[in-house]
């Protein structure tokens, strides 16, 4: 490839997936299935890697998400909201675990906690002395959208926290997603009523919770999983990933079930084939799996790259079935 026709490529490839961010994440429409979209992150990854030169700061494997929608108002992200990195195959997994030993030169104790890629949108909770006064959706990942009133229709969201020894100013992360019978309910509730129905059980979670009349998110079966600690001031917490998700759920926020802590990267790819297998029968959609390294500490020296965390990587599923036609989904701001 001729130095121009690099350059031209990188910016088709730019423009596309800058257009297709806007849809998934601003519209909640998407008109590409993701396979076909990772495919094309994928292309500007390796273009990006062979011609570092090039990399611009608006590349979109520089930025997390989209732009967040004014109509909501903003919330500042004290302590930023990532994507992950992807991995597609066994190779992949395990150059990420090699790449965390050679940074660290060292070994990875504590383990990994091992988590279902749950198909939703991440959410931030802001409890103020164990009170529910936030919610926000993670935006481009500095700003995100005030949901506060949405998020506090959800049923399984806890208000207030239980028990006590949370840290006055508590940041919980984590997922709201549709399972798949609130899914189809919804969808045939939609037909009845003449409306057009969701793509799928994601979109359908963005677009009612991204919703600026909290009477219709209430309206909407959703469901939250945390999954991480953002922001923790005064008080203590647990020194590992999986000690500080045991004290979220002591504190009354919801888990998925299936989150294991393993020993090492065989645990992880065991736990991978499980997931894999039990895929169908679980009651939400998942495109994977989240491994995180356990141990705070090792996290804290490991970093961040521009948009993921170095410790943690989706391990994404073979694409499942790729959408063939992407129905007109509701608009909603
Ligand atoms: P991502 O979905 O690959 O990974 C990061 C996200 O995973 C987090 O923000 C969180 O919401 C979620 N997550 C689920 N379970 C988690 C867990 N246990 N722990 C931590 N995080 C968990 O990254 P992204 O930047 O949100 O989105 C990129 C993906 O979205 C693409 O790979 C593609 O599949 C899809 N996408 C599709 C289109 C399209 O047009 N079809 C456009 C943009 C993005």
Request: glycine letters at 8%.
């Amino acid at each position: 490839m001729t130095q121009s026709a690099i350059i031209e490529r990188l910016a088709t490839l730019r423009a596309g997936l800058n257009e297709y961010n806007y849809q998934y994440y601003v519209l909640d429409a998407p008109t590409v299935p993701d396979a076909e979209y990772d495919r094309l992150m994928q292309e500007l990854k390796a273009l990006e890697s062979q011609h570092p030169d090039l990399i611009t700061p608006d590349s979109p494997s520089q930025k997390v998400g989209g732009e967040p929608v004014s109509a909501f108002g903003e919330v500042a992200h004290e302590v930023p909201m990532l994507s992950l990195d992807n991995a597609f195959d066994d190779d992949e997994f395990h150059a990420f675990v090699k790449r965390m030993g050679d940074r660290l030169k060292r070994d990875l104790q504590g383990g990994f906690c091992c988590e279902p890629k749950l198909d939703g949108l991440a959410v931030s909770l802001l409890y103020e002395n164990g009170q529910l006064v936030r919610g926000a959706t993670r935006g481009d990942g500095r700003t995100g959208e005030n949901i506060s009133a949405n998020v506090k229709t959800i049923a399984n969201v806890p208000l207030m926290l239980r028990g006590a020894g949370y840290p006055a100013r508590l940041e919980v992360r984590g997922e709201v997603f549709m399972t798949r019978s609130g899914f189809e309910k919804l969808n045939q509730s939609q037909v009845e009523q003449g409306k057009k129905v969701f793509a799928n059980p994601r979109n359908a979670a963005a677009g009612s919770l991204r919703q600026l009349d909290s009477r219709i998110t209430a309206s909407r079966p959703l469901t939250f999983y945390a999954y991480s600690v953002g922001l923790a001031e005064g008080g203590a917490l647990a020194d590992s990933h999986y000690g500080r998700l045991q004290q979220l759920k002591d504190w009354g926020l919801p888990l998925c079930p299936e989150i294991r802590l393993v020993e090492d990267a065989k645990g992880c790819t065991a736990f991978y084939q499980q997931i894999l297998q039990k895929r169908d029968n679980l009651a939400y959609e998942i495109d994977g799996v989240v491994i995180k390294l356990n141990d705070l500490a090792l996290q804290q020296e490991l970093g961040f790259v521009a948009r993921a965390p170095r410790w943690a990587i989706a391990w994404k599923f073979p694409a499942q079935e790729e959408m063939t036609e992407l129905l007109d989904v509701e608009f909603q701001v």
